[in-house]
T-cell receptor, first 116, second 113 residues
Framework: AQKVTQAQTEISVVEKEDVTLDCVYE???????LFWYKQPPSGELVFLIR??????QNEISGRYSWNFQKSTSSFNFTITASQVVDSAVYFC?????????????FGQGTTLQVKP | DVKVTQSSRYLVKRTGEKVFLECVQD?????MFWYRQDPGLGLRLIYF???????EKGDIPEGYSVSREKKERFSLILESASTNQTSMYLC????????????FGNGTRLTVT
């Protein structure tokens, strides 16, 4: 079975703090993709990053960084020096290629509130 | 930039009505999807389509149907709306390769009274 767990339902930080959003996934497939999406109050989900199962290299994009560890089945997302504009719901998602017809499975989301 | 456009931002319908939610994408994507989003339940896949006139059931297809007559347009149909279909509906599209990210529309908040 495919599953994505985002154990943190809500996180509240003060601006300029660093914050890490956790994502743990389950799949028996050896080939899969992991994604992070951001959903600001406007409602539209915005694609942030994709990682395939063969690439465990961490990635940094500005204040955002992602830590992919197959050994712990985790794909965590860190925002450095958070800003009010980072306030949103963040979703982690899994797409296993062979099973589940390649459907995108979402976690339940983490609501991040960044206070000024 | 990819543009996925959902025809209505807010919709209020009565129980028993037939409801059409329309979605159009402008990037020639093969795949299109309909999700619903509910508090505490995240996003759940209703139906998806990987080609014109093709459709596959997602995790919660009951009470819904879809239509894809043209590549750019994917319609979600509520045959007889019920109050438990009050939700946020999100349309998405992507290229066929499995690693392609989904691009989402702004969503339609449907209220069934």
């Amino acid at each position: 079975a495919q599953k994505v767990t985002q154990a943190q339902t809500e996180i509240s930080v003060v601006e300029k703090e660093d914050v890490t959003l956790d994502c743990v996934y389950e799949t028996r497939d050896t080939t899969y993709y992991l994604f992070w999406y951001k959903q600001p109050p406007s409602g539209e989900l915005v694609f942030l990053i994709r990682r395939n199962s063969f690439d465990e290299q961490n990635e940094i994009s500005g204040r955002y960084s992602w830590n992919f560890q197959k050994s712990t089945s985790s794909f965590n997302f860190t925002i450095t020096a958070s800003q009010v504009v980072d306030s949103a719901v963040y979703f982690c998602a899994l797409r296993a290629i062979l099973s589940n017809t390649g459907k995108l499975i979402f976690g339940q989301g983490t609501t991040l509130q960044v206070k000024p | 930039d990819v543009k996925v456009t959902q025809s209505s931002r807010y919709l209020v319908k009565r129980t028993g009505e037939k409801v059409f939610l329309e979605c159009v994408q402008d990037m020639d994507h093969e795949n299109m999807f309909w999700y619903r989003q509910d508090p505490g339940l995240g996003l759940r896949l209703i139906y998806f389509s990987y080609d014109v006139k093709m459709k596959e059931k997602g995790d919660i297809p009951e009470g819904y149907s879809v239509s894809r007559e043209k590549k750019e347009r994917f319609s979600l149909i509520l045959e007889s709306a019920s109050t438990n279909q009050t939700s946020m509906y999100l349309c998405a599209s992507s290229f066929r390769p499995q690693g392609s990210p989904l691009h989402f529309g702004n969503g339609t908040r449907l209220t069934v009274t």
